[in-house]
């Protein structure tokens, strides 16, 4: 088995990405059945965007954290609650206004450090918590958590716009260490002030004001290949994604191996036209973030790994609906 093949065999079995295969036939049936469950910029995108009338859009956004995290880690999973919502609205150009959380367990000691890690996750990011629910007897653990912000309609920012001959570019902060709750995620938040985080995350804000993105999506449990091909497949698309720009990019000490399915704290993939390349660049760096390209995008339909001089088919999406839905809005 070739060292692509191997890579290949790994990401169809990581759950990262596997659970999202369920996604599209969810999302079909939420449509189809719920009210005004068709609504444009809303179900597939990182954060749904409500038009008020005005010439700002209202975001909405929804995470949750898994039981192990909250049982084991629980000041984690109140911390990266909060992380996970907040990086859905500024993928979407937006700006963080509020904050809600659901919180459920058992153990005193559990809830409380639940309830610390999202205290210190409101001052990081700079976001209120403004409502919640609490479940204090409860046979489950969890931490589900809903983020408002609000965009300019001129500014907003989809998941789903990468057009044909785009190149996908991965913005990351390089200054970080493997996650001490989750091995397979880059925190790159612990040691930073909130200042630092803010604009680092704010770069986003820039890149939509300036008009340079087709689409953008924060980089989430799915890791940077998931990622990609998630946006390539809601934007009607398909891609190549370079192995070699990605290992040659990626922080020292880890493997690429865990890099390709790596959580990254404060990382974005964007769709962009080559030309605008030399303006992001120099925008990620005065945010203190890495720009690397590592793909193409094209009309095939077919999401491609690259490493060397061999090409594999990741996912075909011309057989049917893999890990997003169909984009409403094209």
């Not at 803010?198 to 998931?226: F, H, P």
């Not at 370079?242 to 290992?247: H, R, S, T, V």
């Amino acid at each position: 088995m070739s060292r692509l093949d191997e890579i290949l065999k790994l990401l169809l079995s990581f759950d990262g990405i596997s659970r999202k295969f369920v996604l599209p036939s969810i999302i079909d049936k939420l449509r189809l059945e719920s009210y005004k469950g068709n609504s444009p910029h809303s179900l597939g995108e990182d954060s749904a965007a409500i038009d008020t009338n005005c010439d700002d859009y209202v975001l909405l956004t929804t995470d949750a954290i898994v039981e192990d995290l909250c049982l084991n880690h629980p000041r984690a999973a109140g911390f990266n609650v909060v992380l996970a919502n907040v990086m859905d609205i500024y993928a979407a150009g937006g700006t963080p206004t509020s904050f809600a959380v659901a919180l459920s367990y058992s153990n005193p000691a559990v809830g409380a450090a639940i309830l610390d890690g999202l205290i210190a996750g409101s001052h990081t990011f700079r976001v209120p918590i403004v409502r919640g629910h609490t479940n204090s007897k409860s046979s489950s653990t969890y931490v589900v958590g809903s983020a408002t912000g609000t965009v300019l309609e001129d500014n907003r920012l989809t998941a789903g716009g990468a057009e044909d001959g785009n190149v996908l570019v991965l913005l990351f902060d390089r200054v970080g260490q493997r996650g001490v709750s989750y091995k397979l995620g880059w925190d790159s938040v612990t040691g930073q002030s909130p200042d630092e985080v803010v604009s680092r995350l704010s770069v986003m804000n820039t890149l939509a004001s300036e008009q340079l993105l087709t689409s953008s999506k924060d980089v989430s449990g799915a890791g940077v290949i998931g990622t990609a091909a998630m946006m390539l497949e809601y934007s009607g698309r398909g891609g190549t994604l370079d192995l070699d720009a990605i290992d040659s990019s990626k922080p020292s000490g880890i493997y690429l191996d865990d890099w390709l399915r790596m959580y990254i704290s404060l990382g974005f993939l964007v769709a962009t036209p080559r030309e605008n390349i030399a303006k992001l660049e120099d925008i990620a760096l005065i945010h203190g973030l890495s720009s690397s390209i590592i793909g193409v995008v094209d009309d095939s339909n077919e999401v491609r790994l690259k490493l060397g001089d061999e090409e594999r088919v990741l996912f075909d999406f011309s057989k049917g609906g893999v890990l997003t839905p169909k984009n409403m809005n094209t």
